[in-house]
């Protein structure tokens, strides 16, 4: 076993390990997908989410041991590189990976900190009627702006993968879940644009984000609303495409 643990959290080490040993018995199911299952579980007088990563195939085993950091690794790293920049996201914990005697990568986990969150961008995208919905969506692509400015290039920025908490007196925060894929590059106007593809932005909502980021960024509307715009229905052309082709092999 291989642990590395948050400075604040350094002193329950032993209460770490034993929310990893308990996975598969305790804790309430938050996400049981075909490869990495999402629990919550209590960690001293605090709540914290476990993410269990399965062992990996035999080849991503080996590269994920030598040559890559492992996703457990990654949403560490990434989660107090988002902190250091000032965009938010759950605390990270911990992360522990499990090996073989061969240093070959067997179970992953990481362990952070669980957000009482009160809803998330899908919400709007499904009700044109949401409360306070265009200004969310500005102060979402304000997040998001900072973001870019950090040189972070989030490539799940999807709607289920910003949680939102409602502070009052239409204040929202914003936090970013599931890390484990990012760049860290400077990004262009189009590359910007493009981290808003995954949104499923409707055509009044692009519009919105594109007058919000063109304020921000310093640049022209039009143009902004015409990557973005382009960029979107590309995304959406595209996912149409490949599930007509798993429907036609399907049948």
Not at 60 to 78: E, G, H, L, V, W
Not at 181 to 192: A, C, G, H, Y
Not at 235 to 245: C, D, N, S, V
Request: net charge positive; aromatic share 12%; with cysteine.
């Amino acid at each position: 076993m291989r642990i590395t643990i948050h400075p604040k959290y350094k002193n329950q080490e032993a209460a770490i390990i034993q929310l990893v040993k308990t996975f598969f018995g305790e804790g309430d199911l938050i996400v049981k997908g075909s490869r990495n299952t999402i629990k919550t579980n209590v960690l001293g007088t605090e709540k914290v989410n476990i993410k269990f990563f399965q062992k990996p195939g035999i080849f991503k085993s080996i590269i994920y041991s030598f040559f890559r950091s492992t996703k457990a690794k990654r949403s560490y790293d990434y989660a107090n590189y988002l902190l250091e920049n000032k965009i938010q996201t759950p605390l990270p914990v911990a992360f522990i990976e499990l090996r073989n005697a061969f240093g070959l990568l067997g179970e992953s986990f990481y362990i952070c900190q669980q957000i009482d969150y009160d809803f998330t961008i899908r919400e709007l995208i499904h009700d044109p009627l949401f409360k306070e919905r265009n200004l969310i969506l500005e102060q979402f692509t304000a997040f998001t702006f900072n973001m870019h400015q950090a040189k972070i290039n989030f490539l799940d920025h999807s709607p289920g993968n910003t949680l939102i908490v409602n502070r009052g007196n239409s204040l929202y925060d914003f936090y970013l879940i599931d890390l484990n894929r990012m760049k860290f590059e400077n990004l262009s106007i189009e590359k910007r644009m493009d981290n808003f593809k995954k949104m499923w932005l409707s055509k009044l909502m692009i519009k919105i984000v594109a007058k919000k980021y063109a304020v921000l960024s310093n640049q022209s509307e039009e143009k902004m609303h015409t990557i973005l715009l382009e960029k979107s229905s590309q995304f959406k052309r595209k996912t149409a495409r490949k599930k007509f082709i798993k429907s036609r092999i399907k049948n």
